[in-house]
C-alpha cells in the first residue's frame, strides 16, 4: 500500500494521520451507525417488497464475477440494442457513507443513463464499513471493474469506458480508476456530489464550510459515523486512494466532470479539486475548460439525484432541477467518449 501511495500520491502531501478519538466517541459512532445501518435495511426491504421497480427500471443481467462472487454487478443495456454493435461501456457505483445500500438504489439511474447515452451501464456493488473498512472498497470496485471489462459474454467497446458514482460512490470511482488495471482504461469519470478530501475530520470540515442559511445538511451528523466506520486509526488521511484530491493528474482520468450541490458540506473540496484540475480559480459558477467541466446544482442538497420516499410533488421539483444538468453530463459524456 505504501508503495502504490508513493507512486499515485503528489509530492506536496505529507501524511497527516487520523488520530484515535476518545472511546465515548467510537461508542456513539458504533451504536449510531449500525442503528442507521439497521433501520435502512429494513426500510429498503419493506420498500422493494411493497413498491417492486417497473420491468422498464430493472436490470437486463444480474452477475457474480469468482473475483467477487459475494457481490452482485446489475447490468443494463440500451434499448433497441443490435448484438452486432459494442457499446461504451459506464460503470455506476452507488453511494451511501462506505456504509449503506445496494447497487439496486441506483437501478432508476442506471436505467435512464443507458437509454440517454446508448452505454451499457455497469452498476457495482463494494464491501461496507465498519465491517470493511478502507482501502477495501476500492479494490473491489476496481476488481469487478476488471471483470466486467474481461467479459466477453458482454458487447464492450474497451477504448469508450466511464465511470461515476454518487456520494461515496464518487470517491470509489475516482480512487480506484488510478489502480495499475483501470489506469488508462478509464477514460473519463462523472462523480456527482463526492467525497474527494479526507484530510480534515467532519467537524473541521463544518468549521470551515462557507455556506450557511439553507436547508439543514444532513451529513452535519452522520458523516462522524462514516468517518469512523471507514477510516482506521493511524490511516494517512492525504492517501491518493482515499482522498482523491492529493492524486497526481496524470493518474485520473483524462475527462473528469464534478457535479456539486450548493448546500452541501463536501461541496467546498469538489470545487477545489476540479479547479485545481483546470488551473483556473476557485470559483463556484459552472465552467468548462478542456477536458474538465464542474457544475453546481443550485438549491440542492447532498443526494439531490435520488427521490427515495418523496412525495410526488417533492419529487417532480427535484427532476426539474437534475433534468437540466443530466442532459449536460450526457451530452459531455459523448464528446469524452468519443474517441
Not at 71 to 78: C, D, E, G, M, W
Not at 190 to 207: A, G, L, T
Request: charged share 25%.
Amino acid at each position: 500500500m505504501e508503495e502504490i501511495v508513493k507512486t499515485l500520491g503528489r509530492e506536496d502531501a505529507p501524511p497527516f494521520l487520523k488520530v484515535r478519538l476518545s472511546f465515548p466517541h467510537r461508542l456513539n459512532c458504533f451504536i449510531r451507525l449500525w442503528c442507521f445501518k439497521i433501520v435502512a435495511y429494513i426500510v429498503f426491504a419493506i420498500h422493494r417488497y411493497w413498491y417492486p421497480s417497473p420491468p422498464s427500471l430493472r436490470p437486463t443481467l444480474v452477475k457474480r464475477y469468482p473475483s467477487r462472487p459475494g457481490l452482485q454487478v446489475r447490468i443494463f443495456y440500451p434499448p433497441n440494442h443490435s448484438s452486432q454493435n459494442l457499446l461504451p461501456l459506464y460503470l455506476d457505483i452507488h453511494g451511501g457513507g462506505f456504509a449503506l445500500c445496494d447497487p439496486d438504489i441506483d437501478d432508476e439511474f442506471c436505467a435512464m443513463w443507458a437509454r440517454r447515452t446508448g452505454c451499457l451501464v455497469a452498476s457495482l456493488d463494494y464491501s461496507k464499513a465498519p465491517l470493511y473498512p478502507f482501502p477495501t472498497a476500492v479494490y473491489d470496485v476496481a476488481a469487478l471493474a476488471e471483470a466486467v471489462l474481461a467479459d466477453e459474454s458482454l458487447p464492450i467497446d474497451k477504448t469508450r469506458v466511464a465511470m461515476g458514482g454518487f456520494s461515496a460512490g464518487g470517491n470509489l470511482a475516482l480512487s480506484a480508476s488510478q489502480l495499475p488495471g483501470l489506469k488508462g482504461t478509464i477514460k473519463a469519470a462523472v462523480p456527482f456530489y463526492p467525497v474527494v478530501n479526507f484530510d480534515h475530520p467532519p467537524d473541521e470540515k463544518m468549521r470551515r464550510c462557507p455556506y450557511t442559511g439553507g436547508p439543514r445538511d444532513g451529513l452535519a451528523d452522520t458523516s462522524f459515523w462514516f468517518d469512523w466506520a471507514y477510516l482506521p486509526p493511524g490511516q494517512n488521511r492525504r492517501n491518493p486512494l482515499l482522498s482523491p484530491c492529493y492524486a497526481k493528474r496524470e493518474n485520473l482520468p483524462p475527462w473528469i466532470y464534478i457535479i456539486g450541490a450548493e448546500w452541501d458540506l463536501l461541496r467546498l473540496e469538489a470545487q477545489k479539486m476540479i479547479c485545481e484540475l483546470a488551473d483556473v480559480e476557485l470559483q463556484e459558477e459552472d465552467f468548462e475548460k478542456g477536458t474538465y467541466k464542474w457544475t453546481l446544482a443550485k438549491g440542492c442538497t447532498h443526494g439531490f439525484t435520488h427521490h427515495f420516499g418523496q412525495k410526488p410533488e417533492k419529487r417532480k421539483r427535484r427532476e426539474a432541477k437534475c433534468e437540466p444538468i443530466l442532459d449536460q453530463a450526457v451530452e459531455w459524456l459523448g464528446k469524452a467518449l468519443a474517441g
